[in-house]
Every structure is written in structure tokens, then in C-alpha cells.
């Protein structure tokens, strides 16, 4: 087959949509496909130099280099990561005599994503205009793919839920781990430490963090804080109270093959208390590497077993500080969900997910050329 492939995150292994979009690119080639990989800079507008309304300049510029691209060259699979397809999507379904297959790759459903944020009123829009009717216009983009392949059962129910294409066209695929992080020996024994990953937005339950981490740390003599990946304008002095700033560590950035393994090692316990999440690959690179999970039940942690695999959260009203105090106190639950989650991950491989891929689009793409015969 012969791909060409659109993600709306920039191309970068460090991030974890970049990392997704390019390994599942290289994956396919390793399989003998063609695949045409383009991100932000090589289609939006303006790229670098505007930076308002990044999701419309999107949109525009993956339908004008798709279209163009298509102009002169003969594609089997049009691939899409990113709800700013939808415009693409809208004009490509109606290509004359259209004999490629329409495949919105989901890196997250902005309408799935968008529902979650107003039931729990941690919108992130602030109001702007050009943020306001991306869910909308996602969705209608959804409705006119021939197929959508999402990272969880989370938001592949999502889009069942709303029927955006036949259920036999829709399909999840959990994301692969590097290989650096599989097959690791589990080490039980760990020292008094809480990890966070991930940016600090509302939408990972940073609310949540600055409520309970203080009480914890209070009442767990001897145990600390590392948040990572919060990037370098992050002061923990703005987010906690004095008292507790000594046993708060911060790593701006780190890793994912090198410093990453390292810090999720040194962690007993790794907290995830989002709002949302499509996959939320920190959960699973934790638990490769022995932590006991904490999450909300969203993502790739809505399908694990609450108690044998992570103590799962309340969706919308979680409590912290209970979940993290009892696997703090009891070293045989936390010992127990730490080895239930590492042994869960060891399935996620780039093989078998690259695979089930190339599987589905050469079963839509010979289904859709039937129906065009």
C-alpha cells in the first residue's frame, strides 16, 4: 500500500503523538509499504511565525496538500491524526471516483475530549474564538472518514457511541511501548516516592495534585514528589505551600529511552489524575518500569482492573489522597498492583500493533474498491 499520512503534533519522538505517528510510519515501511509522513511544518500555514489559530491553519493546510498531493501522485491510504482533518476529510469524500481510503488515526477525539471537560467544567479553551467549534467541525470530519482507528477502547466508544462510521470500522490499538521499556525485571522493593508526568494543565488533574499532594507529604513522613516533563516556566512554589517545597523535586524535561526509564524507577507510585486522556502513554511506561498506577479511569487506565492492575479514581470527583495513602501504608497492595500493571503492559509491542494495522486498512481498503466496483 502506499500511505500519506497527516499528524497534527509535531513530528518529534520526545512527544507522545510524534512518537505514535512516526513509529507507526516506520513500522508499515519496515512491512513493505510506502508511507509519506508529513507534520505541522510541512503543510500549515505560517508555520513558526503565527501562532494563533494553529487548529484552522491546520485544517487549511492539510487540505490543500492533501488535495495537492493527490493532484499528483495516486494514493491507496489517506491517514489523519488530528481533529483539524475535518475540512480534508469533507473535501477528499467526495473525490471523484475516489478509489483511497479515508482513515481518521485518532491521537484523541476532541468531541469525546470536549464532553469530559464540560462535565467537569475544566474547559481549557479560555473562550477564544478561534478554540471554540473544533469538537463540532472534529466530528463532522469523523462522519465523513471511511474508518477510524483509535489508541483505546476509551474513545473507540466513544465513537461508537456516536456512530460516526459502521462499528466494523472502527478499531482500537492500544500504543506500543520502545522497546526499552519491555521486558525490564520487576523490582518490588522501592523507596518512599510519588511521580507526576505529563504538562501542567487542567486537564490532568492538576487541581487535584495541588489539593492532596500537601496533605499527603504532611502525613507520610519521609516520602517525596518528583513531577516531570512540566517543562521550564513551571515554579512548584506557585502550585504548593512552603512547608512542603523541600520534598518537591521538578524535572523541566527528560528522555523518553534515556532519563525517563531511570525516574519511573526511582518512583513507587506514579499519579495520573486526568480528566482526559486518549491513551496517556506515561501510565503504561510507569507500570513497565514497577510502579503502582494511580489514574482516573480515562485512556488506556479505563481498561485496567481497579485493585490488581492500579487503583482506579472517580472520573470526575476523584479522591487522591485516599488511593495514594492506602497504597503508601500497605506495602503488599502497593507491591501487588505495581506487578499486576507491569505484567499487563508486556503485550503492548510495535509488531503486533503495526500489524493489526496494516490488516484492517488492506481489509477497509479492498472493501471500499469492492463497493466502488
Known amino acids: 500500500m502506499r500511505l500519506l499520512t497527516y499528524s497534527n503534533c509535531p513530528l518529534d519522538d520526545a512527544l507522545g503523538s510524534g512518537y505514535v505517528a512516526l513509529r507507526y510510519a516506520a513500522g508499515l515501511r519496515a512491512r513493505g509499504h510506502a508511507v509519506e509522513l508529513r507534520g505541522p511544518a510541512d503543510y500549515e500555514p505560517g508555520h513558526g511565525i503565527w501562532r494563533r489559530a494553529i487548529r484552522y491553519r491546520q485544517a487549511l493546510g492539510m487540505a490543500l496538500s492533501s488535495i495537492g498531493r493527490l493532484l499528483r501522485s495516486e494514493y491507496d491510504v489517506l491517514e489523519f491524526y488530528g481533529g483539524e482533518a475535518w475540512l480534508a476529510l469533507f473535501l477528499l469524500a467526495r473525490w471523484p471516483g475516489r478509489r483511497f481510503l479515508l482513515v481518521c488515526h485518532s491521537n484523541g477525539l476532541e468531541p469525546h475530549c470536549a464532553e469530559v471537560l464540560r462535565a467537569a467544567a475544566a474547559g481549557e479553551s479560555g473562550g477564544r474564538w478561534y478554540q471554540l467549534s473544533l469538537g463540532r467541525l472534529a466530528a463532522l470530519g469523523f462522519r465523513y472518514a471511511d474508518a477510524i482507528l483509535t489508541v483505546a477502547e476509551y474513545d473507540r466508544g466513544y465513537a461508537l457511541r456516536q456512530a460516526y462510521v459502521p462499528p466494523d470500522r472502527v478499531l482500537a490499538i492500544e500504543n506500543p511501548l520502545p522497546d ?39 502525613e507520610l513522613p519521609g516520602w517525596r514528589f518528583t513531577l516531570v516533563g512540566v517543562g521550564d516556566g513551571f515554579q512548584a512554589a506557585e502550585h504548593f505551600p512552603a512547608d512542603v517545597l523541600p520534598r518537591i523535586a521538578v524535572v523541566p524535561h527528560a528522555d523518553r529511552e534515556t532519563e525517563l526509564p531511570a525516574l519511573y524507577r526511582s518512583f513507587s507510585i506514579l499519579l495520573l489524575p486526568s480528566l482526559y486522556e486518549s491513551f496517556g502513554l506515561t501510565a503504561a511506561e510507569a507500570m513497565a ?85
Not at 299 to 318: D, I, N, Q, V
Not at 347 to 368: I, K
Open 289 to 373: 518500569c514497577g510502579c503502582a498506577l494511580v489514574a482516573t479511569p480515562v485512556g488506556f487506565a479505563a481498561g485496567l482492573r481497579h485493585g490488581e492492575e492500579a487503583m482506579l479514581l472517580e472520573t470526575h470527583s476523584p479522591s487522591l489522597y485516599a488511593a495514594v495513602k492506602a497504597l503508601a501504608s500497605t506495602p503488599d497492595l502497593r507491591q501487588r498492583i505495581a506487578r499486576g500493571g507491569h505484567r499487563r503492559v508486556q503485550t503492548l509491542r510495535w509488531g503486533p500493533a503495526v500489524a493489526a494495522a496494516e490488516t484492517a486498512y488492506a481489509s477497509w481498503l479492498a472493501e471500499l474498491r469492492g463497493r466502488a466496483a
Open 180 to 218: 526499552s521499556f519491555l521486558g525490564l525485571p520487576f523490582e518490588p522493593e522501592r523507596g518512599p516516592a510519588l511521580g507526576f508526568c505529563g504538562s501542567w494543565i487542567p486537564r490532568k488533574g492538576t487541581a487535584l495534585l495541588e489539593r492532596d499532594i500537601p496533605r499527603l507529604l504532611r
